[in-house]
């Protein structure tokens, strides 16, 4: 172990345990809006019920992801100070630009919204709400801008050993941000959904506040059914940038090593990393080409093949990334999404058959689809990262070369248990309060919401 394996495992726990808070912001932050809208508009009290319900739990976990999210950046000039100084001039643009905007937005106007019930007027008590739900997910755009520099750098030139900015209109135009930016805020959109399903279903089946609860599934399912579609259609148009941007990425995440036209998709592929080969492998003729290409044929290159590209243009070195987490973690994203999909496609469709889903035995267990989507979303963000090494700045820095260079591993190695013990802490913190008012049900004004009733039995 050393600083630098050390300080990217650090930053690794540090964003995992972040980015648990992230997409439920994205996505809750909508849906607590849809539903006061539904109750500005009809002026039915259930929907103001549920609009303050999910509200509160968006509450939680928005005060532990600015928490979590504050540490990150103090890492940028404690572990990685060289990276800092070296693409500083760019990075800081969009990071800045995020908390001057889109950060003291949705905070400003979530103060308005938690005080201003009674005070307000419905329509700008639900402008607030709506101001809220953009501003975060503006936030995640000035934050996926700043990390699309790292995955495919434009807009800049190399002066005295620096990065500098030429062109900011080509950092916000820079393809890889308008291909993961709408895949990462509609997992977000696919989180809340699954967060709003999975607790409504256990208060359905506790047969507790059925109104609030049947609506909050139904609407959310609508949402989760849409959102879930974009983000495969969105996934696959990432891939296929990625094919061009990044194709060692592409390759590893296929455990690709040589060259193919047509290439064949791996089904499952058990790899001798090491040496570069299969040791068992079942793959789909041409399904790589055409999921590159949208054709039948269409060459996809290997991983042998690119690193003697990248040694021939970068100088000698090792330029493949993780190649067993790179696949693996591929597989369990796409997995866990198209099991979303069905999920919540056949709960959507036995709602419109007006058939009652918890019939279904299997329905008991709906609860843990909630974890489905962080699956998906960790293994996302870990193929990303990975998927990028050994560069921070793709084609530009090492991440061996970001380091800081006066850290040691005896330092790193403390804070690094330190952060993992505190954000531990946190995380159960989170959970309990999560678990606390979601079980709790929604207030209802003029009395107290039912007891809790046990279904597991």
Request: glycine share 8%; proline share 4%.
């Amino acid at each position: 172990m050393n600083p630098t394996t050390l300080s990217q495992i650090q930053f690794a726990a540090t964003s995992i345990y972040h980015f648990f808070f992230v997409p439920l912001t994205l996505g809750l932050s909508v849906l607590v809006a849809i539903f006061e809208t539904i109750y500005v508009r009809t002026g039915h009290d259930t929907y103001k019920q549920m609009a303050k319900f999910w509200g509160k739990l968006f509450l939680i976990n928005f005060a532990m992801g600015v928490v979590t999210g504050i540490v990150q950046e103090f890492q940028f000039g404690m572990n990685w100070s060289a990276y800092s100084r070296f693409v500083g001039d760019i990075f800081g643009v969009p990071l800045a630009i995020e908390a001057l905007l889109a950060f003291f937005l949705e905070s400003t106007f979530l103060g308005l919204w938690i005080f201003g019930w009674d005070k307000l007027s419905n329509g700008l008590h639900l402008t607030t709400i709506w101001l809220v739900a953009i501003g975060s997910n503006l936030s995640a755009l000035w934050i996926l801008i700043a990390n699309s520099f790292m995955q495919e750098p434009v807009g800049y030139a190399i002066q005295n050993g620096r990065a500098v900015m030429t062109d900011f209109g080509a950092l916000l135009g820079n393809p890889n941000v308008w291909v993961q930016f709408p895949h990462t805020v509609l997992s977000g959109f696919t989180t809340g959904a699954f967060f709003v399903m999975g607790i409504s279903a256990y208060h359905i089946l506790c047969k507790k506040q059925p109104d609030i609860f049947q609506r909050s599934f139904q609407i959310s399912a609508i949402v989760g059914v849409i959102s879930i579609i974009l983000v495969i259609l969105g996934g696959h148009s990432q891939a296929q940038h990625m094919v061009q941007s990044q194709p060692m990425k592409m390759a590893a995440s296929e455990a690709l090593w040589d060259s193919q036209d047509p290439a064949s998709m791996s089904l499952i592929t058990i790899g001798d990393e090491p040496g570069l080969k299969d040791v068992f492998s079942i793959r789909i003729p041409r399904l790589l080409s055409l999921l590159a290409y949208n054709r039948l044929s269409g060459k996809v290159m290997g991983i042998k093949e690119l690193q003697a590209q990248y040694q021939s243009t970068y100088g000698p070195g090792n330029y493949i990334p993780p190649v067993a987490v790179s696949y693996w973690t591929f597989r369990l994203m796409v997995g866990a999404g198209f099991l979303m999909f069905f999920i919540v496609a056949f709960s959507l469709l036995q709602i419109m058959l007006h058939k009652p889903l918890e019939r279904f035995k299997l329905f008991k267990y709906f609860p843990l689809v909630i974890g489905l989507p962080y699956l998906a979303n960790t293994c996302g963000w870990l193929m990303t990262e990975l998927g990028r090494q050994p560069w921070v700045v793709y084609g530009l820095m090492k991440t061996s070369d970001a380091v800081s260079p006066v850290i040691s591993t005896g330092m790193v190695l403390i804070s690094l248990i330190g952060f993992v013990l505190i954000y531990g802490l946190l995380m159960v913190a989170d959970v309990y309060l999560l678990v606390k008012y979601a079980k709790a049900g929604a207030e209802i004004e003029g009395g107290q919401p039912t007891n809790e009733q046990a279904y597991w039995d």
